[in-house]
């Protein structure tokens, strides 16, 4: 097979394209650690690439089967008809030897994280991501997406099970989110809900990485994305009182659709935890006094039982 990280992309695309290797631009994108992602410039013709990894780009040990492109590509397919145009991108094609799929380029060119991270904050945003996550609740699945083998190799293990070597009291209560997350089956469930994964155009998101989607706790996908937003709160004490509000703006509108609030209780923290001590840390957390603040504050809310508007509430006068 063709690996799209060396010298063979360029002979690969035009072969396909019909076109001189000397007329094929390739531009590596920010594909996160599990692929490559491309995009592809012909006479004519623009769009990515997108190639998963056996074997990820991370200082610990961690693999997963190279075919979750094929979900991915099927989630496309599936969420594309029940959203509006541009909120995930066009299915172009797959190739099924060389476990990639091409498809159109998302609209804008910064992510929702970029946007977060220097200080632009709205609340339009948080409404687009509801939206979406609103559209995943409702969406057929439970037979195309209900193996959840990828989910447990890129999720459950890096952030629970391996956390919980970091923290062994709380052994139980990852192990109880673990547990959750195959019991309390109900809908589509991106499983990296992140501002990373959300490319913006003005007020409007286009999501993408759905190579973990699959059907299972919803509230895994509300823990994630609220989780991104509190470590951004920590991270950035100065607009932590606007992020609070995007975070409310956010919960209010997927918890108009469904009831999340158990499971979110659940997860939130100790995806905290796991983005702190687990196999896939948060890059902007080096502070070790910072660290310990998240993981302090975290630890706090396992098994209490604080409403997630509190949590918001508690949050932002921590890092206040």
């Not at 990280?5 to 690969?12: I, K, M, R, V």
């Not at 970091?166 to 052994?171: I, T």
Request: hydrophobic fraction near 45%; glycine fraction near 8%.
């Amino acid at each position: 097979m063709t690996e799209l990280d060396g010298p063979g992309a360029a002979e690969y695309i035009a072969e396909r394209e019909g076109c001189a290797a000397t007329d094929v631009k390739i531009t590596p994108l920010a594909g996160g650690v599990s692929n490559h992602v491309l995009l592809i410039e012909t006479p004519g013709r623009r769009y990515v690439i997108k190639q998963s990894l056996e074997k990820l780009r991370v200082k610990e040990d961690w693999f997963s089967r190279r075919d979750r492109i094929w979900r991915e590509a099927e989630a496309i397919r599936v969420l594309g008809p029940m959203l509006p145009s541009g909120a995930v991108p066009g299915l172009l094609y797959e190739d099924r030897e060389n476990y990639l799929f091409a498809m159109t380029v998302a609209r804008g060119d910064r992510t929702w994280k970029s946007l977060l991270m220097a200080g632009e904050v709205d609340e339009s945003h948080a409404r687009c991501a509801a939206e979406i996550h609103c559209a995943m609740l409702q969406a057929p699945g439970a037979e195309a997406f209900g193996d959840q083998e990828v989910f447990d190799q890129l999720r459950l293990d890096p952030y629970y099970r391996f956390t919980a070597t970091k923290h062994p009291d709380l052994r139980e209560h990852f192990e109880a989110a673990i547990a959750r997350c195959r019991t309390h089956r109900t809908a589509l469930v991106h499983g990296d809900w992140s501002p990373k994964n959300m490319l913006v155009d003005g007020e409007q998101l286009t999501a993408i990485d759905f190579e973990v989607i699959h059907f299972g706790d919803p509230s895994f996908d509300a823990a994630f994305l609220l989780n991104h937003l509190l470590l951004k709160m920590f991270y950035l004490p100065e607009h932590a009182a606007r992020i609070a509000r995007v975070a409310r703006v956010y919960w209010e509108s997927v918890s108009r659709v469904a009831d999340l609030t158990e499971g979110t209780l659940v997860h939130l923290p100790l995806l905290m935890l796991a983005r702190v001590d687990g196999k896939s840390p948060a890059e902007y957390l080096r502070d070790e006094g910072l660290k310990g603040r998240v993981r302090n504050f975290a630890r706090g809310l396992v098994g209490s039982g604080v409403r997630v508007m509190e949590v918001l509430k508690m949050a932002a006068s921590a890092t206040a």
